[in-house]
């Protein structure tokens, strides 16, 4: 009697399970689900103007993630600076032991409207690729019910870093729906000065220590691998500043009535800046790489990064690369030394025959663990003093300018350091285990991004580790005109953050 009554249970219970088997929801088509349900608001996000030269755009996009973050049960603080405010969001979870801060950039790069091939880069612009390959405006209302994961949306910040940013909060979304939490608390801190060079967020991090307090650091910024397959970040370069001034006549004087009497600024500009490096692209400054080391077993584990360097060529469209470094990994290895602008007069149809007054070049030296800013910096002023320069850090005076005869300004900055997590830390493991879970493969690991994000600070005032989790497309646009993100990989974005939010720490 009691086998056969076990039976029955057995035959009762087992449809049953299997009932409940079939309604709970896959998580992945959850994760879906939430990222279409989510371009309504990513319009609206990217709708605001970001750029951090304004504080009043910026106070916009601080007040829509307070009001984002709040609707999913976040609290939210101010970390106050002299300028712009950093957003603290917060969400503790029952039964967590540890805590995981995630860092957001909200804000963008200047844009240039005339050079946006749509209305304006604040309203996003849904385009599908046509045959011969130009890109197409389609009706963003199209997103709203379904997606081709290679339409793109056109807009400034689509990738660096709203896009991110969107994605993470639906995959906010699409955890209540499963009703499940994660096993850690989160802590979310938004930059809304990133492209700045976040110049306040190394104090505020010092200030607000105890707020920001973690067990680890998660980067939701950043592009894939250029084979766009899952990817993980284990370091990324720090970046300092250099503008550089070569003073000519008082004012701009007439090319033909004092041309071969007036030295040209931008032609001593030009010799100066070539002799800092060599015609394979290395620095010639004595000791600039001093430090960087790469063993055997660093260059393999470089090399197991699946880069085809043909590609990379035909994506930037160059014949041969610099030799520094035996392939694209080992390049990253190394400090930069990389002009970002120049600006002496006029080009174009506003071209005139003048001797300019002044030629600037603007100068970033991406920075990696073992380089120290400051040593690097000295290195190029005393190269400019070796050339003969009377070097200052503003005009010349009257006095000056008739007493020395190459005279140069020497502004420099230091934004933030580089840093490095290992591959085994506990913090990549777990981030591994989300990433297999989601692509059914270990992802590509990158043990230093050639980008810079002002991660240090954290690293070294706060003592823990920082690992990035890009997402976006590599030929996204960033920081120049008609910038992207392929409508995949920010479905992809939203998956691999729920799995994230799942997986157990």
């Not at 009554?5 to 998580?27: V, Y």
């Not at 492209?195 to 104090?203: Q, V």
């Not at 060599?278 to 790489?289: A, H, K, M, S, T």
Request: glycine residues 6%; proline residues 7%; hydrophobic residues 40%.
């Amino acid at each position: 009697m009691k086998k056969c009554s076990f039976l029955l249970l057995l035959l009762f219970i087992i449809p049953l399970a299997q009932a409940q088997k079939k309604s709970s929801p896959d998580w992945k088509s959850v994760a879906e689900k939430y990222g279409v349900a989510s371009f309504k608001d990513f319009y609206d996000l990217l709708s605001l103007a970001n750029d951090a030269h304004f504080p009043a755009d910026i106070e916009k996009n601080v007040q829509w993630c307070e009001a984002a973050f709040a609707k999913r049960g976040f609290t939210t603080q101010r970390l106050i600076t002299p300028t712009v405010p950093l957003l603290l969001a917060e969400r503790k979870s029952a039964k967590a032991t540890k805590t995981v801060l995630i860092y957001l950039q909200i804000d963008g790069q200047p844009v240039d409207p005339k050079k946006w091939n749509q209305q304006s880069p604040w309203k996003p612009t849904l385009k599908e690729k046509s045959a011969d390959g130009a890109w197409n405006e389609i009706s963003y209302e199209r997103l709203y019910e379904s997606y081709n994961p290679d339409w793109r949306i056109f807009a400034r910040a689509t990738s660096d870093a709203k896009g991110p940013a969107s994605a993470f909060l639906a995959s906010l979304d699409a955890l209540r729906e499963l009703k499940q939490e994660p096993t850690f608390n989160m802590k979310v801190i938004m930059d809304f000065e990133e492209e700045l060079g976040s110049p306040n967020l190394p104090t505020a991090v010092t200030k607000y220590k105890k707020e920001l307090s973690a067990d680890m650091l998660i980067i939701f910024d950043g592009p894939r691998h250029v084979s766009n397959e899952p990817t993980l970040s284990f370091g990324a370069r720090g970046i300092c500043e250099i503008t550089l001034t070569v003073f000519g006549p008082r004012n701009p004087v007439h090319s033909g009535n004092y041309g071969n009497y007036t030295p040209n600024p931008a032609m001593r500009l030009s010799q100066l800046l070539a002799t800092m490096k060599d015609e394979d692209g290395r620095v010639l400054l004595p000791g600039f790489y001093d430090g960087v080391v790469l063993t055997e077993e660093e260059k393999k584990i470089l090399q197991q990064v699946p880069d085809n360097e043909l590609e990379i060529r035909k994506f930037l469209g160059v014949a041969a690369p610099d030799k520094i470094g035996a392939n694209f990994q080992e390049s990253l290895q190394y400090p930069t030394l990389n002009i970002r602008g120049l600006d002496a007069l006029y080009i174009g149809d506003e071209v005139r025959t003048l001797i300019p007054a002044t030629a600037t070049a603007e100068i970033d030296i991406r920075l990696v663990p073992s380089s120290d800013p400051a040593r690097l910096i000295d290195l190029v002023k005393k190269h400019v003093e070796g050339k003969g320069y009377y070097v200052i850090n503003r005009p010349p005076t009257e006095e000056e300018r008739m007493k020395y005869p190459r005279i140069a300004s020497f502004q420099s900055s230091i934004s933030y350091l580089a840093f490095q997590t290992p591959f085994d830390s506990e913090c990549g493991k777990w981030l591994s285990r989300a990433m297999v879970k989601t692509f059914g493969k270990e992802p590509i690991q990158i043990r230093t991004a050639g980008g810079s994000i002002p991660i240090s600070p954290f690293v070294t005032t706060l003592g823990i580790p920082a690992v990035g989790v890009p997402t976006v497309n590599a030929d996204n646009s960033q920081h120049a005109e008609n910038e992207n993100i392929r409508v995949g990989n920010y479905i992809d974005g939203v998956k691999t953050f729920l799995a994230i939010l799942t997986e157990k720490l």
